[in-house]
């Protein structure tokens, strides 16, 4: 903990960084998309003057872009990461505009470190507060600050990572249906149809009524891919995501098991395997067939 102090004190007194330079001067097209994105219909901002809160668009390093070599967010991140803080979350912001900005007008931004608070017990676990503090300029004018605080946490240790489904009207049959041990298929009682995932509607004859029908739970990989990155806390990486063709000629995606990724081909039998999780939830994951 001590380094990451350490750090947090050289980066607070070197203060700002070298200034980055927007790509781009303030110009009107990106006024008018970023208006419309938004549904502001000010029509002061369709002659030549900028939304405030548009001032950090124009200093974004865009798709390719990276930080300087000095920024401190991005040096004190890296010493973050080392100690094995490796998720991040951003809690607050504060911008303060000095004036509107004009068509036309160059802004560079640079960057301060504020302070770095911790360790702190959070929900999402032990980590770190980091405040920084960015100042906009036009020529050598302060235009714009922005406070920017986020969270640097070591994810809090779990049994298991699984992403729990959303059960609604729709799914809830299905669901129902794995704590009961059997996969049940969404089936159109009007047109004989078995669909997956299930719908308000038969796609295929637009009824809205529905039943199920019970899987055998064996089927054929269609396609799958392998989970390198990036890491997923309480999981082993790799691991295999499958699209498996059923038997009743549906297709369905969930976790290969019990097999190494290199082992993993297109027509390979797998069969149903059942997981409780907990009380609440049985996940559906695929395994090699015997």
Known sequence: MSGILETAERLKAAGECSPRGGR??????????????????NPTYRRGIAPPAMMQVWTMAGLHGGRRADDPLGLMMDALDAE??????????????????AVGEQVRVTTRLDEVVGPKQTALGEGWFVTTHNTWYSGDEPVAHML????????APRRDAVLRPVVSLDTAFFWEGTSAGELRIQHCPSCDTLRHPPGPMCPTCGADKSDYVVASGRGTVYSYVVHHAPKVPGRSLPFVVALVELEEGVRMVAELIDAEPSVVSIGMPVDLALTRIDA????PYW????
Not at 148 to 155: A, D, E, G, I
Not at 280 to 283: A, E, H
């Open 24 to 41: 781009d001067p303030v110009n009107q097209p990106m006024i008018n998309s970023w208006t419309e994105a938004l549904g502001d219909e």
């Open 84 to 101: 094995g803080f490796t998720s991040v979350v951003a809690t607050n912001c504060e911008q303060i505009y000095h004036r509107y900005l």
């Open 148 to 155: 920017f605080r986020v969270l640097k946490y070591r994810p």
């Open 280 to 283: 609440d939830l049985t996940m």
């Open 287 to 290: 395994k090699p067939a015997r």
